[in-house]
């Protein structure tokens, strides 16, 4: 079994209804047609937080994110044809997922317990990574896995995490990115309160350390004005 990721800009369409559109639409045919496991990240109305890093003025902002399991990628063909339907830029993406932290995995949330196709509780983001080329890509892994995953893990209210490592793109043009990071929070204020989005407790002056830690991990592997961030609502439509 394969993972495929395809993200979406639907430049023009209201966030709604490219939410519509994914769910109502496209995620039953893709299931008709065989996909083992879906879920999609949508930027909808229910998602609407600044992220963490906002996109430079004029650029538009990744609108969905969809994971896709086949079989085969040979097979993607009759599956791409359905998010067509989106009307929406396109940049599809072989990836090898590590699961660092599942829901329940952690002391920020239990184990899921709602039903495929309920919107997940909480906020999502969604983070596109470029390799800087200042680093091999074994160091840039082992910076992003085996450095990286670990603090942010430490110092930040994660209730889940996955990595996704990307082994080639599959449609052309697709951004040169090598990393897509989900990453499930507790709710909209820990993302966009600096206090709960570091796991400061009230203090000032532990925030402000979580803040460094970060900053210097972060910048060990990734150029900050590469790295792009949207929030979103995260639906399992078949897990």
């Known amino acids: 079994m394969e993972k495929l990721i395809y993200l979406l800009w639907a430049e023009g369409t209201e966030p709604d209804q490219t939410r519509k559109v994914l769910l109502e639409e496209c995620a039953p045919e893709l299931i008709r047609r065989g996909a083992m496991k879906l879920s999609m990240n949508i930027d909808d109305s229910d998602s609407e937080v600044p992220p963490p890093l906002p996109p430079p003025a004029g650029e538009a902002s990744l609108s969905a994110e969809i994971s896709l399991w086949l079989e085969c990628l040979d097979e993607r063909g009759p599956f791409e044809q359905v998010l067509a339907a989106a009307n929406a830029r396109m940049a599809g993406y072989l990836v090898t997922e590590s699961l660092y932290t599942d829901y329940g995995g952690n002391r920020h949330s239990g184990p899921r317990t709602w039903p495929d196709g309920e919107r997940s509780p909480g906020l999502l983001t969604v983070t596109l990574l470029e390799q800087p080329a200042r680093l091999t890509y074994e160091e840039w892994i082992e910076r992003w896995h085996g450095t990286q995953s670990p603090v942010s893990e430490r110092i930040q209210p ?33 993302v966009t309160d600096p206090m709960l989005f570091y796991l400061a407790e009230g203090s000032e002056d532990r925030m402000k350390a979580n803040v460094k830690t970060m900053l210097e991990s972060v910048n060990a592997f990734l150029d900050m004005d590469h790295i792009r961030t949207a929030t979103m609502s995260e639906y399992f439509l078949k897990s």
């Open 158 to 190: 994660r209730t889940r995490y996955v990595r996704n490592a990307v082994v080639r793109p599959l449609t052309e043009g697709a951004p040169p990115y090598k990393g897509i990071v989900d990453e499930a929070w507790p709710s909209a204020e820990h």
